[in-house]
């Protein structure tokens, strides 16, 4: 069976439904302290002089989501290690039986996953304090410019405290950023790292379990919609160890003994993942090449476009966003409205899967709730 990092990406989604749901339990706990209260001339001290309670219900929040966070990436990583090696021995098992019963040997796991799970652990621990900041912050800026309003006469405290929560609920809780310098909202920014790590805890496992057999040599398969990182490497065979560079390779025949045949490889796996290849939301699979028996398919055509499938997760933030203006709505009207466009872009995004073949994913449409 290939592996790739998308046969686990619902494990990384588990871990960033965690998060995504903090951060609705925030801007409705911030909404709810704020709509106390609102016509009471006394409004803005009262607001202010809660600071302190405001806080010490969102740092318990926080505690609760790092200790379920803690272990839920830990479990994934596990998880998905697994998977990366149930998925060599099955592929393994339908050619050669000594090969599988080598591949099925065990092998040890536990610094392995340590590592990968620890990695994600360090790259999010700046969340919990950024979470608190922004959801604090942001309860200051809407009691500043709704107090300030009706002095100005530009708007009534209702509508300038909508009007910053709207600000609040549009952009979520963010200002994330990766080695790139690329920012990030808090639930794409904590997925991305899980998928980073889920989908490498997969392909490492693979990689150790054919190893364990004695294969060298894997293939790349085709993927729909890929990337231009990614398209150089379709249909390729690699080398697991071997040094980076094309070459021409005469191995053993996978099936027929003292036979040898000659093998075009594209270069080493490690290559071709420091150019992106198995990057998150990365759709390639690879599998076990056997010199003479494997066949390399032909090209196949792609239902749509990569450009395509990013206009569409562009369109699922749009529908998160919305929902989120929903639940930080103050009154019926400003919650009528924001449902309103929630329900725009999801027309949108079935034009656009009518219109391209690409599969509608309801999952990504959808706010996680807290448990």
């Known amino acids: 069976m ?156 209702r509508q300038a405290a909508q009007s910053a929560l709207d600000q609040f609920a549009n952009r979520g809780i963010t200002g994330f950023i990766d080695s790139r310098g690329h920012g990030w909202e ?36 085709e993927a729909p919609e890929e990337c231009e990182l990614c398209r150089p490497w379709e249909r390729k065979i690699l080398s697991r160890t071997g040094a980076p560079g094309k070459r021409e390779l005469q191995v053993e025949h996978a099936t027929e003994d003292g036979q040898s045949v000659s093998v075009k490889v594209s270069g080493s796996l490690a290559e071709a993942r420091r150019a992106g290849l198995m990057h998150p939301n990365c759709r390639h699979t690879v599998s076990a090449y056997l010199p003479g028996a494997t066949r390399i398919p032909k090209a196949q055509p792609s239902r749509g476009t990569y450009e395509q499938s990013q206009q569409q997760r562009y369109l699922e933030r749009q529908v998160r966003k919305w929902k989120r203006r929903a639940a930080a709505a103050l009154d019926d009207d400003a919650r009528r409205k924001a449902n309103v466009s929630v329900r725009t872009y999801q027309a949108r995004i079935r034009e656009l899967t009518a219109g391209t073949g690409l599969p509608r994913k309801p999952h990504r449409e959808q706010l996680a709730t807290a448990r």
């Open 2 to 157: 290939p592996v790739s990092p998308a046969m686990a990406e619902d494990l990384a989604i588990a871990v960033a439904d965690l998060y995504e749901a903090a951060e609705g339990v925030l801007i409705e706990k911030i909404t709810r302290a704020l709509a106390e209260g609102l016509n009471s001339p006394a409004w803005a001290e009262l607001k202010l002089a809660a600071v302190g309670n405001l806080q010490a219900a969102i740092d318990d929040i926080l505690a609760a989501l790092q200790l379920d966070a803690g272990g839920a990436v830990h479990q994934a990583v596990t998880e998905a290690y697994e998977r990366g090696q149930q998925a060599a021995v099955a592929e393994l098992g339908a050619v050669a039986v000594g090969q599988a019963a080598a591949a099925a040997t065990a092998l040890p796991t536990a610094p392995v996953v340590d590592r990968l799970a620890r990695a994600v652990i360090d790259d999010t621990g700046p969340v919990y304090l950024r979470m608190l900041r922004t959801t604090m912050d942001a309860y200051r800026d809407v009691v500043s410019k709704a107090a300030a309003a009706p002095l100005l006469g530009a708007q009534t405290r």
């Open 186 to 221: 808090l639930r794409s920014y904590v997925e991305m790292a899980m998928r980073s790590a889920v989908g490498r805890a997969a392909v490492e496992a693979h990689s150790d379990r054919l190893g364990a057999a004695g294969i060298d040599l894997v293939l790349v398969s």
